[in-house]
Every structure is written in structure tokens, then in C-alpha cells.
């Protein structure tokens, strides 16, 4: 397995203003996710973090709103942009480290206001 | 268009009865089904996983039953405890494509004294 961290753990931000979360990794790793959950619901990727390239964004998110950087092979960030009430939500790292399996952050709860 | 369906959205079980949680998925290019276990402020934690390869795989209390033709898994809990209180998802991956999970709606599992 890998342990992962997160920081922050929770915040709560103003319309209008941005929050980036960082993601760490205590091993190197091939595949590195962000996921977005929102209250009550499950879990929807967000884009496939790519070391040395532009991350992979899934349909419906797009990289003005959610930058993401992965300068190497423990790190990453996630960029909230332009914050709005609807981007309230626990957005999550994951990492794989098999073909496979995936583990998941503790997540960072956002609130925005 | 949700591509794995989960069943029921909640679920109360009494202390050393069965929990199952059931799902189906539409993609037959799936190819590794894990379940994931939620505490409350907590990222999701992997619990148990299984290829298509088998019917059956069982680890402590928690089994999962696979039905391929069926496009159909399930994740028995035996013998609940109130420890096992917790959000439950599955998910479905092609571990051909980028790796990329597909989760269900999650079941939210109480299990009483």
C-alpha cells in the first residue's frame, strides 16, 4: 500500500477565490487521480494526474477551473478556481500503485461560502 | 450514463447478522471489481477485491460473489459488527485504459446491537 497525505484537511473559502490542495505520496507512483465527492454522494474522477504533462481531464471538468500539476512522482496539486457555493464537496487524491488498485487520501473538505 | 448500479442505497443489519450489498455493471470490458470502505471523514479505504477469474473470493468476514454472466457482485458481510458502520461503494475498472475507476452510488450500512 502507499500512504498518502493531504493538506489542507478542510477549509472554507470565499466566492470568487481559489484553493489549491496538495497531494503526497511516500513512494513513487505511476498513476496519481483526483476525485470530487460531494455531500452524501459518490465519488466522480476529476482528471488522471500525468507526471511531466498536462493532466487528463474527464468529461465535464476542464482544466481553467481544476489546474492540476504532478512535478514528480510523489506530488501533486489540485487547483479549485474561481470558486462558486457548488464546489462545496471532499475532493480526494488517489494513487496507483499496481495496474489496478488504487488508495485513496483522507480527503479535503471544501466549503465554500 | 452510471455504468455500475449499487443496491440498497442503505441498509440496517443487527450485530452478527449477514450485510450484502449488491451491484451490476453494463461495461463488459471491466476487468477487476474492488469494494471500498467509508468511515465518516475519511477517504475511502480498499477492502476487498476480485477478477473476473473467479466466482468467489473471501477475506475474514467479507466475500465477494461474482457473477459474470449475470454482469452482477456482491459483498457479503458476515457476522456484522457495529465497526462495519460505514459507507460501502463498489467499483468497476478496465484495466486495459488508463486505469480509471467507475464507482457505484454507495451503501450506507448501520449495524446495531
Known amino acids: 500500500s502507499a500512504v498518502i497525505s493531504q493538506k489542507p484537511s478542510r477549509d472554507i473559502c470565499q466566492r470568487g477565490t481559489s484553493l489549491t490542495i496538495q497531494c503526497q505520496v511516500d513512494?513513487?507512483?505511476?498513476?496519481m487521480f483526483w476525485y470530487r465527492q460531494q455531500p452524501g454522494q459518490s465519488l466522480t474522477l476529476i482528471a488522471t494526474?500525468?507526471?511531466?504533462?498536462?493532466?487528463?481531464?474527464e468529461s465535464g471538468f476542464v482544466i481553467d477551473k481544476f489546474p492540476i500539476s504532478r512535478p514528480n512522482l510523489t506530488f501533486s496539486t489540485l487547483t479549485v478556481s474561481n470558486m462558486s457555493p457548488e464546489d462545496s464537496s471532499i475532493y480526494l487524491c488517489?494513487?496507483?500503485?499496481?495496474?489496478?488498485?488504487?488508495?485513496f487520501g483522507p480527503g479535503t473538505r471544501l466549503t465554500v461560502l | 450514463q452510471q455504468q455500475v448500479k449499487q443496491s440498497p442505497q442503505s441498509l440496517i443489519v443487527q450485530k452478527g447478522g449477514i450485510s450484502i450489498i449488491n451491484c451490476a455493471y453494463e461495461?463488459?470490458?471491466?476487468?477487476?471489481f474492488p469494494w471500498y470502505q467509508q468511515f465518516p471523514g475519511k477517504g475511502p479505504a480498499l477492502l476487498i477485491a476480485?477478477?473476473?477469474?473467479?466466482s468467489e473470493k473471501k477475506e475474514g468476514r467479507f466475500t465477494i460473489s461474482f457473477n459474470k454472466s449475470a454482469k452482477q457482485f456482491s459483498l457479503h458481510i458476515m457476522d456484522s459488527q457495529p465497526g462495519d458502520s460505514a459507507t460501502y461503494f463498489c467499483?468497476?475498472?478496465?484495466?486495459?485504459?488508463?486505469?480509471?475507476?467507475?464507482f457505484g452510488t454507495g451503501t450506507r450500512l448501520q449495524v446495531t446491537l
Open positions: 488517489s494513487v496507483g500503485v499496481t495496474t489496478d488498485t488504487q488508495y
Open positions: 513512494s513513487q507512483v505511476t498513476m
Open positions: 494526474a500525468n507526471q511531466g504533462s498536462e493532466a487528463t481531464y
Open positions: 461495461n463488459t470490458a471491466f476487468d477487476y
Open positions: 476480485i477478477r473476473p477469474d473467479v
Open positions: 467499483a468497476a475498472e478496465d484495466t486495459g485504459t488508463a486505469s480509471k475507476l467507475t
